[in-house]
């Protein structure tokens, strides 16, 4: 039985494909779900500008997702908490899935190839190669122009 389930969400259209294949495992009313969203920091701390406002520009995207993912939590049949962190979102993501010992971690994948998949790399494979547990990756579903 899978007891813990972290689900990775980063706001995208992708997330409401991610959610939606959460809504067609079978919970059980004992499972506990993660809805986890990781804030990306800056690569160094030359990107941060000295001037710019920390405070409340900072703020308004976190109250934003938490709004989202309180959102999904209503929906969801089994006891849930949210987790909204910062920091790399692999790293986050796998360091979640052990803070909570899940058994299964969702998460989405962009579909990157090539020179966009060397340079942004990729946060599902990353997840995949790094977790304890199990991952299932949740690859979007293009629209076929003329059916």
Same mark, same amino acid.
């Given at each position: 039985?899978?007891?813990?389930?972290?689900?990775?969400?980063?706001?995208?259209?992708?997330?409401? =494909?991610?959610?939606?294949?959460?809504?067609?495992?079978?919970?059980?009313?004992?499972?506990?779900?993660?809805?986890?969203?990781?804030?990306? =920091? &800056?690569?160094?701390?030359?990107?941060?500008?000295?001037?710019? &406002?920390? %405070?409340?520009?900072?703020?308004? #995207?976190?109250?934003?997702?938490? @709004?989202?993912?309180?959102?999904?939590?209503? @929906?969801? #049949?089994?006891?849930?908490?949210?987790?909204?962190?910062?920091?790399? &979102?692999?790293?986050?993501?796998?360091?979640?899935?052990?803070?909570?010992?899940?058994?299964?971690?969702?998460?989405?994948?962009?579909?990157?190839?090539?020179?966009?998949?060397?340079? =942004?790399?990729?946060?599902?494979?990353?997840?995949?190669?790094?977790?304890?547990?199990?991952?299932? %990756?949740? @690859? &979007? %579903?293009?629209?076929?122009?003329? @059916?």
């Amino acid at each position: 039985m899978i007891s813990t389930i972290l689900v990775a969400l980063d706001g995208s259209d992708l997330s409401e =494909q991610v959610i939606a294949t959460l809504h067609n495992l079978k919970l059980e009313t004992m499972t506990q779900v993660i809805l986890a969203h990781v804030i990306s =920091q &800056p690569t160094s701390d030359l990107d941060v500008l000295a001037d710019r &406002p920390q %405070v409340e520009t900072e703020d308004i #995207p976190y109250r934003v997702i938490e @709004k989202k993912l309180q959102s999904y939590q209503e @929906k969801i #049949p089994c006891n849930t908490e949210l987790e909204i962190v910062t920091g790399d &979102p692999a790293e986050e993501i796998v360091r979640l899935a052990n803070i909570y010992h899940a058994d299964l971690i969702l998460i989405g994948s962009r579909g990157l190839t090539g020179m966009k998949r060397i340079l =942004q790399g990729s946060v599902s494979s990353q997840v995949v190669t790094d977790a304890s547990c199990s991952v299932l %990756v949740v @690859k &979007p %579903v293009l629209s076929v122009k003329g @059916k």
